[in-house]
């Protein structure tokens, strides 16, 4: 089929299912004007002047042996404060509204999918929008460790503050990881939309899918488009917003 025909194919899936969930990736918030990590433009092929590889600058082991560094990285570089929830995020929470989407799992931890209305996230790398100092958990926004002119530290025990992101050498949350996989198993209509689907343990929970309407919207292929039901290699934005338009929410 051509991939005209898989959209139309995909909107008469969602238009029939009231148990539908995303798994998405950073190619969903490209459109965003976030950066992804792998692609061409992506973080790890225009970061240069740091001397490390951003995958080194984003793990356990550096964060406390140059934490300066890594402050420096994330503001310069992760700081997604100005980005607007796009057509793929305003779709989604629109389907969760009509009461089809039963949960979004996503690998991106800059919360979009929050701003634009979704409820039911589940964030399996963390999330920008939280901190907490690793001495006595008091909580800070994103605004306070974004904007303090050195190393963030906590106003009440001068402890360090860190992200609640998952970084490398971290595991995921075990209630998040079971929340996602109860979900895409439980999935009439499985999404998969925005991700490269080569990063692990994340990228196995398609496995988990147990259904026969499991649809891949990637502008490049992935190592799981020949077991998908549907593969579209287009704007995930422009497909959601196609499949959406005449739903009412």
């Known amino acids: 089929m051509s991939e005209q025909d898989n959209i139309l194919k995909l909107k008469d899936w969602i238009e029939n299912s009231d148990n539908i969930v995303f798994f998405g990736g950073a190619g969903v918030s490209t459109e965003s004007g976030v950066p992804d990590f792998r692609s061409e433009n992506g973080i790890y092929n225009t970061v240069k002047?740091?001397?490390?590889?951003?995958?080194?600058?984003?793990?356990?082991?550096?964060?406390?042996?140059?934490?300066?560094?890594f402050w420096d990285f994330y503001r310069t570089t992760l700081d997604c404060r100005d980005a607007k929830p796009n057509k793929a995020h305003l779709a989604l929470a629109k389907l969760e509204r009509a009461g089809k989407l039963k949960a979004v799992v996503t690998q991106n931890i800059d919360g979009l999918h929050q701003k634009a209305g979704s409820k039911t996230v589940y964030e399996v790398h963390g999330t920008m929008a939280k901190n907490?100092?690793?001495?006595?958990?008091?909580?800070?926004?994103?605004?306070?460790?974004?904007?303090?002119?050195?190393?963030?530290?906590?106003?009440k025990c001068g402890g360090l503050i860190k992200p609640d992101v998952v970084?490398?050498?971290e595991g995921l949350?075990?209630?998040?990881?079971?929340?996602?996989?109860?979900?895409?198993?439980?999935?009439?209509?499985?999404?998969?939309?925005?991700?490269?689907?080569?990063?692990?343990?994340?990228?196995?929970?398609?496995n988990y899918y147990k259904g026969g309407k499991l649809a891949l919207i990637n502008m490049s292929s992935?190592?799981?488009?020949?077991?998908?039901?549907?593969?579209?290699?287009?704007?995930?934005?422009?497909?959601?917003?196609?499949?959406?338009?005449?739903?009412?929410?």
């Open 49 to 69: 002047r740091y001397n490390f590889p951003p995958e080194q600058i984003l793990s356990h082991t550096f964060f406390y042996g140059h934490t300066d560094i």
């Open 222 to 249: 992935t190592p799981y488009d020949k077991v998908a039901n549907l593969v579209i290699h287009e704007k995930i934005g422009e497909v959601l917003d196609a499949c959406t338009a005449d739903i009412d929410a």
């Open 167 to 169: 970084l490398y050498e």
């Open 173 to 206: 949350d075990e209630e998040t990881i079971m929340n996602s996989i109860q979900a895409i198993r439980e999935a009439d209509v499985l999404i998969v939309g925005g991700t490269s689907l080569n990063v692990y343990p994340a990228a196995g929970f398609i």
């Open 132 to 155: 907490h100092c690793v001495k006595c958990g008091q909580f800070y926004d994103m605004d306070y460790v974004v904007d303090a002119k050195d190393i963030p530290r906590c106003e």
